[in-house]
């Protein structure tokens, strides 16, 4: 997985709670992405990062919120979890803006 | 709707025979595409790449096809193996982000 680990890898949630999903990754590369992946829906940006401090919005930002203090590190937040949010949240990282992208494990969250 | 889409849904071939899985692509003005490989339960891989430039690639076992004609990208794959057995997902750089398809699922008979 290209240097690049997620944490929790699963977790159960109920709605209404604050959640931190945190993307490492040992390559200093400068550009990481959150995606979510749904039946029938494929992987789609929700946030994505191209320098500490420097995020921006992707396809399906609302209910979530980024932040990218170190290098290695991007934490995606779901400040108050609903059920929708329930999915696979995949890190993604890359040398250069939108060329070769690598990708973490996964982490799949459920919201009940 | 999604600007890169994938023909199939499902493909299923005979062990050794050679895979074709197809994508359509609908900004002309896209430069640089991915395919990438989805096992069950984890991230995707990437499998190769190409540019707008080139009409084909070559790796080992599989090779990329564009068609910048008729926006039309291709993966062949060699002499299919069961592990080979996956989700295929082909991305699209568009204005500097990509932009996936939703994958065909590869599945390989004994």
């Known amino acids: 997985d290209a240097g690049i680990t997620q944490s929790p890898r699963h977790k159960v949630t109920e709605t209404g709670t604050p959640v931190t999903l945190r993307c490492h990754q040992t390559e200093n590369h400068r550009y990481m992405y959150w995606y979510r992946q749904d039946p029938g829906h494929g992987l789609r940006l929700i946030h994505y990062?191209?320098?500490?401090?420097?995020?921006d919005k992707g396809e399906v930002s609302d209910g979530y919120s980024v932040s990218r203090s170190k290098t290695e590190d991007f934490l995606l937040t779901l400040e108050s979890a609903t059920s929708s949010q329930t999915s696979v949240y995949f890190c993604?990282?890359?040398?250069?803006?939108?060329?070769?992208?690598?990708f973490g494990p996964g982490t799949r969250l459920l919201v009940l | 709707g999604e600007s890169v889409g994938l023909h199939l849904p499902t493909l299923s071939v005979q062990e050794g025979d050679n895979s074709i899985i197809n994508c359509a692509y609908s900004n002309s003005a896209s430069d640089y595409f991915i395919w990438y490989k989805q096992e069950s339960g984890k991230g995707p891989q990437f499998i190769i790449d190409i540019r707008s430039n080139m009409d084909k690639r070559q790796g080992q076992r599989v090779t990329v096809l564009l068609n910048k004609t008729v926006k039309h990208l291709s993966l062949q794959i060699a002499a299919t193996q069961p592990g080979d057995s996956a989700v295929y997902f082909c991305a699209e750089n568009m204005e500097g982000k990509l932009i996936f398809g939703q994958g065909t699922t590869l599945q390989v008979k004994p």
């Open positions: 990062s191209y320098g500490v401090k420097d995020t």
């Open positions: 993604a990282i890359s040398g250069q803006g939108a060329e070769t992208q690598y």
